[in-house]
C-alpha cells in the first residue's frame, strides 16, 4: 500500500514537472545544451521511432533523457493550418539535427528546417535530399546490408557440439552467443566460444521457430503453435517478457527491417509476406506476390526487401509501397540468396545449382551447378569478406567458392549428413547444423 502510493506520488510529480516544462515550446534548444547533449546524437542519426531514438541517445549520455523526451515532446509543437510542427532555425546546424531526430522518431527518413506561412518548421521527408541524410544512407547501409562486412571463414573446426532433439532453427545474438530453438516450450541460449548452453528462455508458448532482433536489442520470437510473437529483453534477469503479440500467421521465416517492422513469411493461411509493427504488432502492409512457402527475405542496401521461395521466384519489393519492383522466374524452388558486394544476387535452387542475377538489368548472368543436391533453406548462403561464398546443403557439405569462377576454394563433409542452416554469430563464428550435430567454425 505504502509501495503504491508513493509510486503514485512519483508519477503525479513527474507528470506534474512534465506539464511545468511546456511553457516554452523549444524546451529543448534549454535541455540539450545544458546537459551536454549536442554531440552525442551523432552516433544515433539512424535511429527510427521514438523509442529507439530516445533510448538511442540516453544510451549514450544518460543525463540527455530530458533533453531527448523534449525532442519528442508533442506539446511542444506549434499548429499551423491544423498541423502540428516542430519549429526550427535552417541556419543553427543544432536544430537542423533536433529536426532531422524530431522525424526520425515518427519514421520519417529526414527532416529539414524550412519555412510555412513564414514559421520557420521541420517537414519530415522520406526522400534523400540532406546532407545528414548521407550520413545516414551510409550508416544504415551497414545495418542493412545482408553480407557481414569482414566474414573470415578460414576452415578450422573449433567445436562439434552433438545435439539430441533433431535440427533446430539457431540464431545469433548480439553478445556472441547464439540461441537455438527446441520443439517444445524454451529456446536455449548457447555460449558460442565454450560450447555450453548458458540459459534457457522458457514461455508459454510452443514451438519457436523465428527470430529477429530489434534495433534495442530486444529478441522477437515467434512461436508457430500459438501463432504468437513474444519480445523477449535478454538483458533482465527476471521479467524478460516485455509483450505478446498475437497473430493470424503460421510462421516460417522473418526478418526484421530498418524500421524495426517485422516482415514475415508463413507457411499457411497465404504465402503473403505481412509487414507487423514490432511494438503494437499491427499489419502494416501485405506483399502479394508468392504462391508457395517463402524460405528467406533479404533487405538490399537501397532498403527494398527481396525474397525466395518454393514458387521458383525470386522477387524484388519496393517496401515504401509494397509493390513488385521484379519478379524473378527461376528454374526450380530457391531455398537461399544472398546479394554479392557488386550488388549481384545469388540464388540457390533446390537441384544445387545456383543462379546470378543482375539486378540492375535484371538479367540472368550465370547459371552452374555447386552441389549435388540443393544448398539448404535456412539462410545457408553466406558472403565471405574476399566475395567468396560460403555455402551448407542437403548434400552434407559446407562449401566455400569464388561465385565467378566458380572454384571450389574448400569443402568439407565433417557433417556426415545434411546440412540444414548457417549462422555467423556476431564474433565471427560460423554455426552450421545437421540433425545431429552443431560445428563451430573459426
Ligand atoms: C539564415 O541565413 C540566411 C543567409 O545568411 C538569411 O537570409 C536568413 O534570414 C537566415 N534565417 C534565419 C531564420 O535567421
Ligand atoms: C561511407 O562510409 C565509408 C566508410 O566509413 C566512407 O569511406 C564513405 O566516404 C562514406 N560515404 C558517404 C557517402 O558518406
Ligand atoms: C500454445 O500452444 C500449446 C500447444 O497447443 C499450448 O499447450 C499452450 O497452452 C499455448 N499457449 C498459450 C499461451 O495459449
Given amino acids: 500500500m505504502l509501495k503504491t502510493s508513493l509510486v503514485l506520488f512519483i508519477v503525479l510529480f513527474a507528470s506534474q514537472s512534465q506539464s511545468a516544462k511546456i511553457i516554452n515550446p523549444k524546451f529543448w534548444l534549454t535541455t540539450c545544451p545544458l546537459s551536454g547533449c549536442t554531440l552525442t546524437f551523432n552516433a544515433c542519426l539512424g535511429c527510427y521511432g521514438e523509442r529507439n531514438c530516445k533510448s538511442c541517445i540516453t544510451s549514450i549520455k544518460p543525463e540527455c533523457a530530458t533533453c531527448a523526451d523534449d525532442i519528442f515532446a508533442e506539446d511542444g509543437l506549434e499548429t499551423i493550418n491544423e498541423n502540428k510542427y516542430l519549429l526550427c532555425d535552417a541556419n543553427d546546424s543544432f536544430q537542423v539535427t533536433v529536426c532531422h531526430f524530431h522525424c526520425r522518431g515518427r519514421y520519417y527518413q529526414t527532416g529539414k528546417c524550412t519555412r510555412l506561412l513564414n514559421f520557420p518548421i521541420c517537414e519530415c521527408l522520406s526522400t534523400t535530399t540532406s546532407t545528414i541524410q548521407t550520413i545516414i544512407s551510409n550508416s544504415t547501409s551497414n545495418i542493412l546490408t545482408t553480407e557481414y562486412p569482414g566474414l573470415n571463414f578460414d576452415g578450422n573446426l573449433n567445436m562439434n557440439i552433438p545435439i539430441l532433439n533433431g535440427y533446430q532453427r539457431v540464431f545469433a545474438l548480439p553478445n556472441g552467443d547464439f540461441i537455438r530453438a527446441t520443439p517444445k516450450f524454451s529456446i536455449e541460449v548457447w555460449d558460442a566460444q565454450n560450447g555450453f548452453i548458458r540459459q534457457s528462455l522458457v514461455s508459454n508458448y510452443y514451438k519457436p521457430i523465428v527470430f529477429g532482433l530489434l534495433s534495442n536489442g530486444d529478441l522477437v520470437a515467434g512461436y508457430s503453435f500459438n501463432r504468437t510473437l513474444v519480445v523477449w529483453d535478454l538483458a533482465q534477469n527476471n521479467e524478460k517478457i516485455k509483450r505478446i503479440i498475437q497473430t493470424d500467421e503460421f510462421f516460417w521465416c522473418l526478418t526484421v527491417m530498418a524500421n524495426d517492422d517485422l516482415a514475415i513469411g508463413q507457411q499457411s493461411n497465404n504465402y503473403d509476406i505481412v509487414i507487423r509493427d514490432s511494438m503494437g504488432g499491427q499489419v502494416k502492409k501485405r506483399l502479394v506476390g508468392h504462391t ?151
Fill in 292 to 442: 508457395k512457402i517463402v524460405y528467406q527475405m533479404l533487405i538490399l542496401p537501397n532498403g527494398n526487401l527481396v525474397s525466395c521461395s518454393l514458387d521458383k521466384k525470386v522477387i524484388v519489393w519496393d517496401i515504401g509501397s509494397g509493390a513488385i519492383v521484379r519478379s524473378l522466374e527461376n528454374f526450380s524452388p530457391v531455398y537461399s540468396i544472398a546479394v554479392l558486394s557488386d550488388g549481384n544476387l545469388v540464388s540457390s535452387l533446390n537441384d544445387g545449382s545456383v543462379n546470378i542475377w543482375n539486378l540492375k538489368t535484371w538479367r540472368l548472368e550465370k547459371n552452374f551447378k555447386m552441389h549435388s543436391s540443393g544448398i539448404c533453406w535456412n539462410s545457408c548462403l553466406l558472403v565471405l569478406a574476399n566475395g567468396d561464398l560460403l555455402s551448407g546443403s542437403y548434400d552434407g557439405t559446407v562449401k566455400v567458392w569464388d561465385p565467378y569462377s566458380q572454384a571450389i576454394k574448400f569443402s568439407s563433409d565433417s557433417h556426415k549428413s545434411t546440412v540444414y542452416q548457417l549462422v555467423v554469430t556476431s564474433l565471427g563464428n560460423i554455426v552450421s547444423s545437421s540433425a545431429t550435430n552443431l560445428l563451430i567454425w573459426g
